[in-house]
């Protein structure tokens, strides 16, 4: 929390790196099940980063993966869904198919599909995902 007061006073709320803060600490809360403080600062990180980066920035889809990670977990699948779609497809835009944010963003979406019984949308996903990384090495 101090790291996120000295950059919110030293860079101001506008700052990527403000914006990286209540990320982390978001994730900080999700990864030890407080819903309620998380939600509200992926949101603000998400606002913050599209405002300042704009919506073709990694840091951005970084956002919306993040935000479709918090409400999967909370069983909102209508909401997760289209947030991995838009992370996956600004990855895929920006840095490439070799990206390894790429990658993963397919595999949050393979994993996603599978938890919901959609095993037709997850398989050919999951073959991509496989293909790329045997190419990589």
Do not use: W
């Amino acid at each position: 929390m101090e790291a996120l007061l000295i950059r919110k006073k030293v860079l101001g709320k506008e700052h990527p790196e403000y914006a990286t803060s209540l990320n982390n600490i978001a994730m900080f809360y999700f990864e030890r099940g407080n819903a309620k403080k998380a939600e509200p600062l992926c949101l603000e990180a998400l606002s913050i980063r599209k405002k300042v980066l704009g919506e073709e920035h990694p840091d951005y889809a970084i956002s919306l993966a993040n935000l479709a990670l918090f409400y999967n977990d909370q069983g909102n699948a209508k909401k997760t869904e289209p947030l991995y779609l838009e992370a996956l497809s600004i990855f895929k835009k920006v840095l490439g198919e070799q990206h390894p944010n790429y990658t993963t963003s397919l595999n949050n979406l393979v994993m996603f599909y599978d938890e919901q019984g959609y095993a037709l949308k997850a398989e050919p996903l999951f073959l991509e995902a496989l293909s790329i990384r045997k190419n990589i090495r």
